[in-house]
């Protein structure tokens, strides 16, 4: 039987450290949804309640609108995925393939946006949405989001390396940038794609800021905003905020299980050519 080495069981402690303390978090959120009002409170906390309060998840499904929640919420992930994928990928495409003049400067142009934060330009797009009358409404939730700096990038790096020979024999052949973008470059680039989807997603998922400011009705409100309403001016409701957290985020760990495996594939190789 061959012994295992010290460094691979030191690197392995390490992890299984690491992972037991990114649990805690989610483990006190489950625990927190499971108790009453008063006993969220206590201090010193308890670690497990004394009365198991399952009902909580029911009240929240009920008593606040959560399923508009999440059907606004699916839209808008939705509608930024599906904009990005197409949006990005075929920006990409042009930036990796093609030859025209000023190629360089506009990439350069499009990196220079991730170097601020968006909530630079939050007032003078709220003034635009306003003028516009996209306010508190699908447009202004998703339109502005369905193309980004990063998808370009992130799928440019991919693109760089496909090899260039399959590029220049199906232009031989007679093929036009369209066919050659869908019939080769699309298939080939499923896990930059996937990866950039998982992206979208958490980044849409997860969004607050936007939508708190750009929507106002709660017919609009999204999972994020919805699970900060139950913080009061006065009091907290966590065991529902936890109950709310919860559910909203059981779809992202299923969508994360699910393409793991691309996720992972796609990160690997996006950096392979630049």
Known sequence: MRAVPIKSLSVHLVLIIGAIVL??????????SLKTSSEALLIPPTLLPENWQFSNYINVWKESNFVQYYLNTFIVMAVRTGGQFFLCSMAAFAISTMRFPGKNIIFVMMLSVMMFPPQIVMIPVY?????INWLDTYYVLTVPMMAGAFGVFLLRQFFLSIPRDLYEAARIDGC?????????????SIPALVSLSIFVI????????????????PDMMVLSVAIASFA??????????????LMSVIPLILIYLFFQRYFIEGIA????KG
């Open 232 to 245: 009061g001016e006065f009091m907290t409701d966590y065991p529902s905020m936890m109950a709310a957290a």
């Open 269 to 272: 190789l996006t950096g392979v």
């Open 176 to 188: 036009s940038f369209p066919r050659i973008y869908w019939s080769i470059y699309m298939p080939l």
């Open 127 to 131: 003034a635009l949405m306003n003028q």
């Open 23 to 32: 649990m805690i978090p989610f483990f006190w959120m489950i625990i927190t």
């Open 202 to 217: 958490l980044g849409s998922w997860n969004d607050f800021l936007w939508p708190l400011v750009m929507t106002s009705s």
